[in-house]
């Protein structure tokens, strides 16, 4: 049971480049986020999407945007890289609002 | 503004030298509290939810109890492989989503 699955691990991005991370959940879970964490400022939530085919901002959403591709997958795309999204990515998904997160290994992005 | 406060930062134990780790909260409709566990370089990993003033759980070196402001993590007996961050999060009525707190940093030296 491979739980949260996240791709990629690491990235090395130069300023205004895009890319997609992708996650994708095997627990059948109908939400699923994105937060960002950075040292000294802890986890902090970027999007979330309480069910399939709804998405909502989180703290901190600026320059990010989301897609609910379908129960088990939720990505996040940077459209145009800046040296501030700089960060490590976690994905997580949980059974409803009441029950536990659980979170991916990560993606380590760097924008340079 | 809902917030989550942990408190120390960082701590230093010896083995066998029993502490607790502490999580003071504000925040309006209250759906939970969960700790969590983070190794470097790895996500984190669950531990415990709380629910209720008065409740407890325990796992292992690890209990976990809330009050209706603040938690704390007990950690009895504790051995290097308890050395890692501990996270302490609430999950809030009207969004379902958690809210973090920085952390506290765990180091038990042999």
């Known amino acids: 049971n491979a739980g949260v699955t996240q791709t990629p691990k690491f990235q090395v991005l130069k300023t205004g480049q895009s890319m997609t991370l992708q996650c994708a959940q095997d627990?059948?879970?109908?939400?699923m986020y994105w937060y960002r964490q950075d040292p000294g400022m802890g986890l902090r939530l970027i999007y979330y999407s309480a069910s399939e085919g709804t998405t909502d901002k989180g703290e901190v959403p600026n320059g990010y945007n989301v897609s609910r591709l379908n129960k088990r997958e939720f990505s996040l795309r940077l459209e145009s890289a800046a040296p501030s999204q700089t960060s490590v990515y976690f994905c997580?998904?949980?059974?409803?609002?009441?029950?536990?997160?659980?979170f991916g290994q990560g993606t380590r992005l760097t924008v340079v | 503004e809902d917030q989550v406060t942990q408190s120390p930062e960082a701590l230093r134990l010896q083995e066998g030298e029993s502490s607790s780790l502490n999580c003071s909260y504000t925040v309006s409709g209250l759906r939970g509290l969960f700790w969590y566990r983070q190794d470097p370089g790895k996500g984190p990993e669950f531990l415990f939810t709380l629910y209720s003033a008065g409740e407890e759980k325990e796992k292992e070196r690890l209990k976990a109890t809330l009050t209706k402001k603040e938690s704390f993590l007990h950690i009895t007996a504790p051995k290097p492989e308890d050395s890692a961050t501990y996270l302490c999060a609430v999950r809030r009525g009207s969004q379902g989503n958690l809210i973090f707190g920085k952390g506290t940093k765990l180091s038990v030296k042999p």
């Open positions: 997580a998904s949980s059974g409803g609002w009441n029950t536990e997160a659980f």
């Open positions: 627990m059948n879970h109908n939400s």
